[in-house]
């Protein structure tokens, strides 16, 4: 009996009921997906997404392959942001209800006092950018100035992040790493939730290239998450990609990276043949949202999709009986959608097993009913957030 957690970055179906409060209204990363062109992604169809998308959002067709073999629902977000922490922490039971600072759009965007003392203490010549800037068009802003003067590229977004881009080489990774480690002590007054690096290569305009050794310095959750319930009970709770980051290691005890969503799926599996009973395997999926929903490539977004479900058949041969396998998002990011930033909307609740039995689980009011499901499923204690859907209706 262990429990299998999928998270598809981004892919929201629907905006969420307080999508206007967000100046999202409108929004749908699924439908954007459908409206491109033949979407081919049976697998997710076979476990209700069509069915779940379209009680999100009606104007989405209710598309299906044969009966349901999982459990299909949506749930809408409790917590203040439309952030990466405050959705993985909210579906591992701790909903974020108090808002994280942020930085203003201006240039500039810093407080004078904050540049100044990264500027000090790190022992820069001073920084670039210090603005709102999609991470990819920033490179190519500033990219040749940083590798002539030494200076690090700090911007921010509509999410609370400081972040700092830097050449590997020119650089230097372990030192963009020490600078991001000094800046996160500076950024917690203003309640930043994560400082991010963002290393990478390339000599000109037009070929800097993003590497795979971004890292994130979170703030660690607030309180205790399942993770933290599971690991005190002496349970095996492995975290893939970038869940060590945005738990900043609480309640894990491994954590394995990788590049890409394909390498990530790989090493899922990896997991999944090793992980033990009554073990948590959980990861995230970033390409959804870093390389596709934030950089509006549709085109993009549905490949990686149609590429991701035609992997789902060696996920599934590797359940045992007792397992669940769980599908579902942090936020949407819809590449159709003005501006760059995250789209505030339902994400998709698709849960299968062997002795799942196949039913609608409707709208869940917080992704926290994730977290109580997995708890009730692996026989943990029950959280103070959420509402099983392993109950009956």
């Not at 905006?15 to 999202?24: I, K, L, M, V």
């Not at 920084?127 to 590229?153: N, Y």
Request: net charge negative.
């Amino acid at each position: 009996m262990r429990a299998i957690v999928s998270v598809l970055d981004s892919f929201g179906i629907g905006e969420a009921p307080d999508a206007a409060r967000f100046g999202d209204v409108g929004a749908n990363t699924f439908a954007t997906l459908l409206q491109a062109g033949p979407l081919n992604v049976p697998n997710l169809l076979s476990l209700g997404l069509g069915l779940a998308a379209h009680e999100a959002d009606p104007k989405v067709p209710a598309l299906m392959r044969g009966a349901p073999c999982g459990l299909y629902g949506y749930a809408a977000e409790k917590s203040k942001g439309k952030d990466t922490p405050s959705g993985h922490w909210e579906m591992m039971g701790l909903p974020v209800e108090t808002d994280w600072g942020y930085f203003p759009d201006t240039v500039p965007a810093f407080p004078a006092e904050l540049t100044a003392a990264l500027i000090c203490e790190a022992k820069l010549p001073g920084i670039l950018g210090d603005c709102h800037a999609s991470g990819t068009v920033i490179l190519d802003r500033f990219g040749e100035e940083h590798i002539r003067s030494g200076q690090p590229i700090c911007y921010t977004s509509a999410d609370s992040v400081f972040q700092i881009a830097a050449h590997e080489e020119h650089f230097g990774l372990d030192r963009l790493y020490e600078v991001c480690e000094i800046a996160r002590k500076l950024v917690d007054p203003y309640r930043i939730g994560r400082v991010i690096a963002r290393p990478f290569v390339g000599e000109q305009t037009g070929a800097f290239r993003r590497t795979a050794n971004r890292h994130d310095i979170a703030t660690p959750p607030h309180a205790r998450t399942l993770l933290d319930v599971a690991k005190a009970q002496g349970r095996e709770v492995w975290g893939i990609g970038k869940i060590f980051d945005i738990f900043a290691g609480s309640g894990l005890t491994k954590s394995t990276k990788a590049a890409g969503n394909d390498a990530l799926f790989t090493a899922t599996l990896e997991n999944l043949r090793a992980a033990p009973d009554g073990s948590i395997v959980f990861a995230n999926f970033v390409d959804f949202d870093q390389n596709y929903g934030h950089r509006r490539d549709v085109a993009g977004y549905a490949r990686a999709l149609e590429a991701f479900d035609a992997r789902m058949p060696e996920l599934f041969a590797l359940l045992k009986p007792g397992d669940l396998a769980v599908f579902t998002a942090d936020h949407g990011c819809d590449p159709a959608y003005p501006g760059t930033d995250h789209t505030r909307e339902y994400v998709p609740v698709l849960a299968c097993g062997h002795s799942v039995a196949p039913r609608n689980i409707g709208r869940r009011e917080s992704f926290a009913d994730i977290a109580q499901s997995l708890a009730r499923h692996l026989r943990l204690p029950a959280l103070p957030a959420g509402t099983s859907f392993l109950d009956a209706p």
